[in-house]
């Protein structure tokens, strides 16, 4: 039997549009640069768990550890839950590292979406994420897709589409406060909803940006980082996945559909790991492909009542000041979206709040930080809950 | 918003499906505008995308069988852009999932409406749309 697991290092490239920079050079920055706050270098990893980049090859985890230097591994995998898979993939090397079967496991995900693809492609790569034959053919797009979950859930609880526009008011009032956000200026509801439309109910500030970035994490045993008391323990974890067509989520399955999501099997899962509740987390980092991403995780998670999320955030309690901050680094909504390394900075941005090194976004408890990961029109999930290894 | 000459997109660059033996049945159909779907000869329950095993039961017996082609929206949306996509051009398209009468929910586009006469739970009939002359979609308007 290994030791206990921790997060023993972070690392992130630029973020936003990178057009002087190849995907591969800063998927390796974040990569050498989570090695380095971990105190190791590429050839002390023995794992790798990769978040692959839309358009690449089967093998790409095998040939980013070739390029690496790195012979001989003895976990070496990816992961194919989109979005969820930046929480999921920690659960794998924890588990590996505490089986014994490895000693330091890279987590990485890099994709230049914003300058290396034609424009609009992003929005067509993502496609091949949902169903081609049955759903593609009649013009959904990712947008659309959350356009008739938002949409339902209007319908469901009476609601009005500023609902949606609050989450993305409060996530920017976080991007204001982070230098290395893509949009940092203050937003209003009405700002979110005179915003050019995409699809019904949702408007250009509803959607996630498109970005380029990358971004790594080392999970080690726990004391062999070059400075323990900067590890990052893990208190909790949950993992929960439904159905692929969204005609089948919609369809439903005992008390969930496309608007009751399984994130509350892995919500339970995790805060019962953790022995508490919701609102013992002293930060959230919700992951936000779209504001109704959000408003779903927020109610299925127990934050806040069914239909609720609305005024829940718009009384103040996830802005920075309020008792839980919310997505503190500004989410794909506000900061960027370079989609396979999308969520990494939920997680990365999880362990500064716990370190205390997030800087100006620094929130002033944080022993106890939850982070999503969310992909496939709110279909797979991922629930993190951490705190300092040392507590 | 209203649109001129209401929501009628021409389905011209529509990416199109890859018919396979599971599914070919339902696509035959399409084309000759009385959609199929499969219901279990076990339970009865009426399964939407085909495939071999009924998703309630999992028993292997099914019918092919015509729909009512009645529905109601169980949801929508309209999609006002879709910038790198082939149909970029042929927006706006009204998007939906429709509960047919027989239970089963396909995803489809709600034709020959303005946006603002959309609504959850409105009741739509079938109708058809061919994107070249193999794939016809199943389409539906307001009933």
Redesign the interface.
């Known amino acids: 039997m290994g030791k206990k697991a921790v997060i023993s290092g972070i690392g992130e490239s630029r973020l936003g549009k990178l057009p002087d920079q190849t995907m591969l050079e800063f998927t390796f920055e974040a990569a050498k640069k989570a090695c380095d706050d971990a105190g190791i270098t590429f050839q002390d990893l023995d794992g790798l768990i990769l978040h692959p980049a839309f358009h690449v090859s089967p093998r790409y985890h095998i040939y980013m550890t070739e390029m690496m230097g790195l012979y001989c591994k003895t976990y070496c995998d990816t992961t194919q839950m989109g979005g969820a898979g930046f929480g999921a993939a920690l659960e794998r090397a924890k588990g590996a590292v505490e089986s014994g079967q490895s000693r330091h496991i890279l987590i990485l995900g890099g994709e230049k979406m914003a300058t290396g693809m ?7 790569a993502s ?1 091949g994420a949902h ?11 990712v ?2 897709y959350y ?6 859930y209007l ?1 469901e609880y009476g609601k009005g589409p500023e609902t949606f526009a609050q989450v993305a008011v409060t996530i920017r009032k976080h991007a204001h406060r982070n230098p290395l956000a893509y949009m940092r200026d203050l937003i209003t509801v009405d700002d979110v909803l005179n915003s ?7 408007h250009l500030l509803d959607c996630a940006l498109v970005s380029d970035g990358a971004g790594a994490y080392v999970v080690s045993a726990q004391g062999t980082s070059k400075d323990p008391k900067r590890e990052v323990g893990f208190l909790g974890f949950g993992q929960a996945q439904s159905f692929y ?4 989520l ?2 439903g399955y005992g008390d969930h559909d ?1 608007i009751h999501s399984v994130i509350d099997v892995a919500g339970k899962r995790a805060f019962g790991e953790a022995g508490l509740k919701p609102e013992d987390m002293d930060v959230i980092e919700i992951y936000d492909s779209f504001t109704s991403t959000v408003v779903i995780q927020l109610e299925d998670l127990g934050f806040c009542g069914r239909g609720e999320a609305g005024e829940w955030l718009a009384s103040g309690i996830a802005d920075p000041d309020g008792a839980q901050p919310m997505t503190t680094h500004g989410g794909l909504l506000s900061c960027a979206h370079p989609g396979a390394s999308g969520g990494m900075h939920h997680i990365i941005e999880a362990v500064k709040q716990v370190r205390h090194e997030a800087g100006p976004t620094q929130a002033k408890k944080a022993d106890v930080v939850l982070a999503t990961s969310v992909s496939a029109v709110a279909s797979n999930f991922a629930v993190t809950i951490l705190n300092s290894a040392a507590a | 918003m209203t649109v001129e000459n209401n929501l009628n997109p021409s389905l011209k660059n529509r990416p199109l499906p890859t018919i396979i033996q599971d599914t070919a049945r339902f696509w035959e159909s399409a084309r000759e505008h009385a959609v199929e779907l499969q219901k279990c000869d076990e339970c009865g329950y009426w399964r939407f995308y085909p495939g071999p095993v009924c998703h309630s039961c999992g028993s292997f017996a099914y019918t092919w069988t015509p729909i009512s082609g009645k529905g109601k929206i169980w949801t929508y949306t309209v999609l006002y852009r879709a910038r790198g996509n082939a149909y970029q051009d042929d927006v706006p398209i009204a998007i939906g999932l429709i509960e047919l009468e027989e239970g089963a929910i396909l995803m489809s586009n709600i034709i020959d409406c303005q946006p603002e006469d959309l609504k959850i739970g409105l009741e739509v009939i079938i109708d058809y749309g061919a994107i070249n002359d193999e794939v016809t979609l199943p389409l539906f308007r307001l009933a």
Do not use: I, K, W
């Not at chain 1, 034609?118 to 067509?124: F, K, P």
């Not at chain 1, 169903?131 to 797009?141: I, K, M, Q, S, V």
């Not at chain 1, 356009?147 to 339902?152: I, S």
């Open positions: 034609a424009s609009g492609a992003a929005m067509m496609a169903n081609l034959d049955f759903e593609y053919p009649f013009g959904a797009t947008p659309s356009g008739m979950l938002a949409q339902r319908y050019r439309m995409v699809s019904e109910p949702h067509h969204m005609a089948q919609a369809r496309l």
